[in-house]
């Protein structure tokens, strides 16, 4: 069974920072594509940032709204995937998901929720 299981979202300080975790199974998570979305109240779902499943790490890409405050990585070992985030302003409260693509899937999670107070 497929699963991809989000957490670490919870209240914080603008200002501060977060890391959030993927932790994945059923599925070869080393040839995955991974991403974090995150879509707030009436708001479209939007893409975070995303990693390859190419080799020691594979190359990453951001969003310009976050782009020099996160940081997108993954754990093969553990088939976890990570977004560190620094540096938190109200903007960014949202519902954050982990999703795995490949040519052949499209798997997400169920978020963790992230709030940011001013």
């Known amino acids: 069974q497929v699963q991809l299981v989000e957490s670490g979202g919870r209240l914080v300080q603008s200002g501060e920072s977060l890391r959030l975790s993927c932790a994945a199974s059923g599925f070869t998570f080393s040839r995955s594509t991974m991403r974090w979305y995150r879509q707030a109240p009436g708001k479209e779902r939007e893409l975070v940032a995303g990693?390859?499943?190419?080799?020691?790490?594979?190359?990453?890409n951001y969003a310009d709204s976050v782009k020099g405050r996160f940081t997108i990585s993954r754990d093969n070992a553990k088939s976890t995937v990570y977004l560190h985030m620094n540096s938190l302003k109200p903007e960014d409260t949202a519902v954050y998901y982990c999703n795995a693509m490949s040519f052949f899937y499209d798997y997400w999670g169920q978020g963790t929720q992230v709030t940011v107070s001013s």
């Open positions: 990693i390859s499943s190419g080799g020691g790490g594979g190359s990453t």
